[in-house]
């Protein structure tokens, strides 16, 4: 971390960006981030390779994040958030010349430290927990905003608390941030209860495609265009519907397929375990990444074919242990 704070007060202006299909994590350290180089008096932008769904448009400042590649930006450091591997973050990679640093910051496990600076913590809940940190070691003041963009980060990688990269730091963080006048209740309801009935009709089909391998111990689901076509709902309300598969007793392994809206033969793969099982390494052996216990990875081909080849590399891992 002190090797992020000494970089960052070496630069004046800034890039932030993080990895592509952005959601909770991603988009809320981003902001806060913005904020907290703003406080010290530093220019920035956030550009992103995709726009943020419309069931975060509340958070505040989000109008920031601009997705527009042709704009012309001067700045001397880049700060990649969240993401393991540069190409996550899709075409901005192309914003960013060998002449300018590159602070890495990330949370995942399978992190390629890609950066000039690499700030790599496998056991922070979230990237949001991290720039936390940066806010309390620069001794930024958090505002109520800002409070508001970390605790989402937080709430939102950690599954609401559930999942095991919750720690008690994680918890005490989240304590701190309350008393900035937050109602957790209420963010709740914001971040998982604005569903709009396409919405829950795509979780209906989504269900209704539910698979168990033959070990009895992979469940998977799929999110195909058609069914995208035929509920017009927005495939970035699909977050969370993996937990699904994976609360089915005796299940070690959940895997949700979903095919790339703008790419017939590209699949998006995510993954999410339990019972010890490290989907990461899963996930790297077809080239993506992220946690023990989620991770993802795309793959090119049919999804029948996608599915297959999948599901037996899960299969044939159980055996090697």
């Known amino acids: 971390m002190q090797e992020v704070i000494a970089a960052i007060k070496k630069h004046k202006k800034f890039l932030i960006s993080a990895h592509v299909n952005p959601e909770g994590d991603s988009l809320c350290s981003q902001l806060a981030m913005k ?49 393991p591997t540069m190409k ?30 690499n700030w790599v913590d496998a056991n922070a809940s979230s990237a949001g927990e991290m720039v936390y940190k940066l806010f309390k070691a620069m001794d930024v003041p958090l505002t109520k905003e800002t409070a508001l963009l970390i605790y989402i980060a937080i709430l939102t990688d950690t599954g609401s608390f559930n999942y095991e990269n919750t720690s008690s730091i994680t918890h005490e963080i989240a304590g701190d941030l309350l008393g900035y006048g937050l109602e957790p209740g209420l963010v709740s309801e914001s971040v998982y209860e604005r569903r709009t009935l396409t919405d829950i009709k795509l979780l209906g089909l989504v269900l209704s495609t539910l698979k168990v391998s033959k070990s009895g111990e992979v469940a998977y689901l799929e999110i195909t265009k058609k069914m995208l076509t035929e509920t017009g709902a927005d495939i970035n309300k699909s977050e969370g519907f993996i937990n699904y598969a994976r609360s089915i007793d005796g299940i070690k392994v959940a895997v949700l397929f979903k095919e790339d809206s703008k790419n017939h033969n590209r699949v998006n793969v995510s993954f999410r375990s339990k019972a010890g099982v490290d989907v990461n390494k899963i996930a790297s052996s077809f080239g993506g990444g992220g946690h023990v216990k989620a991770s993802g990875c795309v793959l090119e081909g049919a999804l029948a074919d996608v599915e297959a080849r999948v599901i037996t590399e899960i299969e044939e891992s159980f055996k090697k242990k």
């Open 35 to 83: 904020e907290m180089l703003k406080a010290i008096d530093k220019e920035v932008y956030i550009v992103n390779n995709d726009t943020p769904p419309d069931h975060y448009k509340f958070l505040p400042g989000i109008s920031a994040i601009s997705t527009d590649l042709t704009k012309k930006m001067d700045f001397d450091a880049a700060v990649i958030l969240d993401c």
């Open 88 to 117: 996550r973050i899709g075409a901005v990679a192309g914003l960013i010349g060998k002449d300018k640093m590159i602070i890495n910051i990330d949370h995942h496990i399978s992190s390629e430290k890609y950066g000039d600076v």
